[in-house]
Nanobody
């Protein structure tokens, strides 16, 4: 079993930055492919980005690369999401997801490919 805890959400003004962190416990961290998704009220979750367990190269959702950056901290067993130049439309609940399976790059954005999900952390971008 894998436990997931997201942190770092909050209220930020447009143009500001936030850093979210996803901490895991359970099986060895290096076995995980980890991802961030986000969900606006009443809509489906969208893919933000992911990092495979087999590589240190992140993949991003459409239009987010350049403002958002994912990184892994192996010493802390965390996957971080740095969000810059935030816009009001970035207001969502952000979720961390984990799978112990090896995914094809084309599957990283699929919600159903992840077995474990955090509770989510709210990010609100507003003046």
């Amino acid at each position: 079993q894998v436990q997931i805890l997201e942190s770092g959400g909050g209220l930020v003004q447009p143009g500001g930055s936030l850093r979210l962190s996803c901490a895991t416990s359970g099986r060895a961290y290096s076995h995980y492919t980890m991802a961030w998704f986000r969900q606006p009220p009443g809509k489906a979750r969208d893919f933000v980005g992911a990092m495979k367990r087999t590589s240190g190269v992140p993949s991003y959702g459409d239009s987010l690369k350049g403002r958002f950056a994912i990184s892994r901290d192996n010493a802390k067993n965390t996957l971080d999401l740095q969000m810059n130049s935030l816009k009001p439309e970035d207001t969502r609940v952000y979720y961390c997801a984990v799978t112990e399976r090896t995914l094809m790059t084309s599957d990283l954005a699929m919600n159903d490919e992840y077995e474990y999900w955090g509770q989510g952390t709210q990010v609100t971008v507003s003046s």
